[in-house]
C-alpha cells in the first residue's frame, strides 16, 4: 500500500519545527499545478480559496489562544477588531470562551518580529 504524500495526516511533525510556513504553502501549491497540469482543467479563484485556508486556521488558533477575546487576538493579528468581527462571520466561526484556561499575554512588537524571523528560516 503506497501512502498518500498529499495527505496532512503523513507529515512528519518533527519536521515542521524545522520548515517555514512559505515552504510548506510553496510545496503544496507545487503539487496542485502539477495536478492542474496532469488533469488538464482550469484552476478559478485560486487566490480566495489559498487565502482562506491559510486565514481561517491563524484566526481560530488565534482565538483559541486568547481564550476567545477578540479584543487580544485582533493586537495579536495586527487587525483591527471589527475587521476581526468581519471575518469570523465570514468564515461562521464560533469563538468559544473557556477553550484555554489562562490566555497568553499579548506580544511585544520586538517578540513579533522576532517570531516573523523564526516562520521565514
Known sequence: ???NLNSSENLFVANLQQVSLEKLVKSK???LFQQQKEAQVELS???N???EQVEKPLIELSLKAF???QVKTAIMLGINRNTLKKKIDNYKLKPKKG???HA???ASTTTT???STVLAQ
Request: charged share 10%; no cysteine.
Open 1 to 3: 500500500m503506497t501512502p
Open 113 to 115: 518580529l522576532e517570531s
Open 67 to 69: 481564550n476567545g477575546n
Open 29 to 31: 501549491l507545487e503539487v
Open 49 to 51: 480559496i489559498v487565502l
Open 45 to 47: 479563484g485560486l487566490y
Open 99 to 101: 477553550a484555554q484556561a
Open 104 to 106: 497568553a499575554p499579548v
